[in-house]
């Protein structure tokens, strides 16, 4: 069973921005009841426009799970909009 939940929760994440990349990598996140989920692999990631802002859409997943993150460059705050069990 592959269960799919839609979310929209902020949460901390820990990042790398390296040189000669216009990318950051999350590399793991804390949720607000304190788990802390570290990422094991990136998937898709995409820029989302919403109107004037930009949003980066990252497909992650720390091998239980797969987690969509979403960083708005112009708040500078990450959401964790969706999760979904692997099997």
């Not at 949003?55 to 239980?64: K, N, P, S």
Request: hydrophobic share 40%; with cysteine; aromatic share 8%.
């Amino acid at each position: 069973m592959n269960t799919e939940i839609e979310l929209n929760e902020q949460v901390d994440v820990v990042a790398l921005f390296r040189p000669g990349r216009t990318m950051c990598e999350p590399i793991k996140f804390r949720r607000k009841n304190g788990r802390e989920v570290v990422i094991s692999e990136i998937g898709l990631r995409h820029p989302k426009p919403l109107g004037a802002r930009l949003v980066h859409i990252f497909d992650v997943t720390d091998g239980g799970a797969d987690y969509r993150l979403e960083f708005d460059a112009e708040h500078l705050t990450w959401r964790l909009t969706r999760e979904a069990d692997v099997w």
